[in-house]
């Protein structure tokens, strides 16, 4: 069983597609997370964020391990994380670069621990028009862009990050904007996705929307 769940920044995906895999015992692969670690060592090893090259070696000599140890480095969430991994996903010799461990994950889904998993939940921009087109469920999830630079916003206060309402706002439009724009794997729905505008919703609201689309094919 594979679903994707994809949309921009602070849409609600992660918590959804967290809570989705717990629920149906199914691995839970955040493709956010390898372009997170490619900015972020880009940044760590004093590169120049947009040197195509240099991003597509680090990209190539990236591991599950070697992202899980830059996971818990502070920034890897943060906002300059964000930027740095939207502009190397940018380039596309990074995304030839990181495909193959992200489809590859597919084949043999394992949950945190290692333990076997029957299918997965992806999370990303890409993974159900790029990844794995061949998925049996998609989902993109979307919001106003206010509303998710004000959840954003809300998240980084809770972590005790210090910024402002409208640097989040910026932020996120600059990113969606990058995104969208991008020549490979721009941010869109695959044409056979399912769309939820979360805007209005809750968590609650949006998972009653997918748990039926769900329990009908699988
Ligand atoms: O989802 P998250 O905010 O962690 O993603 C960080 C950045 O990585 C996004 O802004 C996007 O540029 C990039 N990304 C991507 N394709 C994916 C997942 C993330 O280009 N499948």
């Given at each position: 069983?594979?679903?994707?769940?994809?949309?921009?920044?602070?849409?609600?995906?992660?918590?959804?597609?967290?809570?989705?895999?717990?629920?149906?015992?199914?691995?839970?692969?955040?493709?956010?997370?390898?372009?997170?670690?490619?900015?972020?060592?880009?940044?760590?090893?004093?590169?120049?964020?947009?040197?195509?090259?240099?991003?597509?070696?680090?990209?190539?000599e990236l591991s599950f391990p070697k992202m899980i140890e830059l996971s818990k480095h502070k920034d890897f969430r943060s906002d300059i994380g964000g930027q740095a991994a939207s502009i190397v996903s940018a380039h596309p010799k990074v995304r030839a670069a990181l495909l193959k461990m992200q489809q590859n994950f597919a084949l043999n889904p394992t949950f945190a621990d290692g333990s076997p998993a029957k299918g997965v939940v992806y999370d990303g921009r890409d993974t159900g028009t790029v990844v794995c087109p061949e998925a049996e469920l998609k989902i993109f999830i979307t919001a106003s862009t206010e509303v998710r630079a004000q959840r954003r916003y809300k998240e980084f206060i809770q972590k005790g990050m210090n910024t402002t309402y409208e640097k989040v706002l910026?932020?996120?439009?600059?990113?969606?904007?990058?995104?969208?724009?991008?020549?490979?794997?721009?941010?869109?729905?695959?044409?056979?996705?399912?769309?939820?505008d979360t805007s209005d919703l809750s968590i609650n609201q949006v998972l009653q929307k997918i748990i039926p689309l769900i329990e009908a094919r699988f």
């Open positions: 069983m594979i679903i994707t769940i994809d949309g921009p920044a602070a849409a609600g995906k992660g918590t959804v597609s967290a809570y989705l895999a717990e629920k149906y015992k199914l691995a839970y692969f955040d493709t956010g997370m390898v372009y997170r670690a490619v900015g972020l060592q880009m940044i760590l090893s004093q590169n120049d964020v947009n040197d195509e090259n240099k991003a597509e070696q680090i990209a190539m910026q932020d996120m439009i600059s990113r969606d904007e990058r995104d969208s724009s991008r020549a490979t794997a721009p941010l869109k729905p695959a044409d056979d996705a399912v769309i939820i």
